[in-house]
């Protein structure tokens, strides 16, 4: 079970919606969204209606400010509550289709290439959890939700290039 609120104006100020499961259009009720509170469960929030364009990924806590989620402007078209899971598990692969050289992780690893020496990453196979995938090593730059599942391209987890920096599992912190 989560629970966000997402707020037209910073700070927890104006017109307001609470959602507590996934939903694809956010455009009736807010016309811009400027800081969320977080009450529980982990969030993906999407730039577009219908889970599409950047992402952005939130735990428990209070975001004031679109900036602190990252986010490059107010607009927030839907939201998605990401399941949680009591495992992580997640194969990463050189090449598309799931082929080349393979390594399975568990935990968090802020930096794939300092880790693992893959000349590239190209493609996922999620076997538990849902995982964060950023662009940039460190958790920084563009977000991408893996659920459970292959993605055998990068245009399978929404993304243009095949940038893969950083993973980092979707759990509530606490």
């Known amino acids: 079970m989560g629970k966000i609120t997402l707020y037209e104006d910073r700070g927890f100020q104006g017109r ?27 969030w ?26 990252m986010g490059l402007s107010d607009s927030v078209r839907s939201c998605r509550l990401i399941p949680h899971a009591s495992s992580h598990r997640i194969r990463i692969h050189e090449r598309e289709d799931c082929r080349g050289q393979m390594v399975e992780i568990t935990e968090d690893c802020p930096s794939l290439q300092d880790r693992f020496h893959l000349s590239e990453i190209h493609s996922f196979n999620v076997l538990e959890g849902s995982w964060i995938l950023y662009e940039l090593p460190n ?21 243009t290039d095949a940038r893969v920096g950083s993973l980092r599992r979707a759990v509530e912190l606490y």
Do not use: I
């Open 16 to 42: 307001h919606y609470e959602c507590s499961s996934d939903h694809p259009n956010l455009q009736p009720y807010l016309g811009r969204c400027n800081s969320v509170r977080v009450d529980s469960g982990c």
């Open 44 to 69: 993906m929030l999407y730039e577009l209606p219908n889970y599409s364009g950047l992402q952005y990924f939130l735990r428990r806590g209070d975001y004031a400010d679109h900036q602190q989620w």
């Open 139 to 159: 958790y920084r730059g563009r977000q991408y939700l893996l659920r459970p599942g292959d993605y055998r391209r990068c245009q399978d987890w929404g993304a």
